[in-house]
Each structure stands twice: as C-alpha cells, then as structure tokens.
Nanobody
Framework: QVQLVESGGGSVQAGGSLTLSCSVS?????????MAWFRQAPHKGRDWVAS????????GVVSSVRGRFTIAQDEPRNTLDLRMSALKPEDSGTYFC????????????????WGQGTQVTVSS
C-alpha cells in the first residue's frame, strides 16, 4: 500500500526558508514515474507547484516560484523534498505531495496517491 506523508511545514516570516518532505512508504520513490507538490490557499483550488520525473531526473516548477523553490528526490530517505526560500505571503497554504506510477498518468497530471498535506504560513 502506497502512502505519502508530508512534513516540514510551519510559520515563517517573509524572506525565510522551509524544506518540505514527502515521506513515501510502500514503494521506492524511484519507482514512481512522477511526483509533485501542490498547494491550496484558504478558499481556493489546489494549484500545481512542482514536479519531478524519476526516470529522467527532470523537474519543473510553476513560474511564480522559479528561482526560489527546488524539488528533489532523496532516494536514501525515500522522500520527495521541496526546498523553499525567499518565501512570500502568497506562498502560504496547505502543501500536498502526490505520486503517479505510470507515464500516462503523469502526462495527464492524474496523480493516484496523495498525502494529507502540511501547512505553510508566511507572514509579512
């Protein structure tokens, strides 16, 4: 059974940094074709933030966080990490980790597995 558990959220001031981790159990992170981070601000939809593709090692982030956020897979720890710096109040929200095992799911951004989320609050 695949399970994803996020951690590392918290409250920081604008300009600060946080690293979120998505701990994966049931499979190795490398066996997930793709994994991603999404975030959801209060009363808003869930937005894509970043993706990592295990087979190629390629990654991508939404333009609003480019240069500030980095997504990386840590195989020894079996986690997907999101390193966030120069945080802004608009980065606040609940951050969710997601995983898909098949390439066709990744192509459609249809993630099968989701974590419960971790809260990030950035104050100005």
């Amino acid at each position: 059974q695949v399970q994803l558990v996020e951690s590392g959220g918290g409250s920081v001031q604008a300009g600060g940094s946080l690293t979120l981790s998505c701990s994966v159990s049931g499979i190795s992170v490398r066996s997930a074709e793709c994994m991603a981070w999404f975030r959801q601000a209060p009363h808003k939809g869930r937005d894509w933030v970043a993706s990592f593709f295990s087979r190629t090692g390629n990654s991508g982030v939404v333009s609003s966080v480019r240069g500030r956020f980095t997504i990386a897979q840590d195989e020894p720890r079996n986690t997907l990490d999101l390193r966030m710096s120069a945080l802004k109040p608009e980065d606040s929200g609940t951050y969710f980790c997601a995983a898909a095992l098949r390439s066709e799911e990744c192509a459609k951004m249809q993630y099968t597995y989701w974590g419960q989320g971790t809260q990030v609050t950035v104050s100005s």
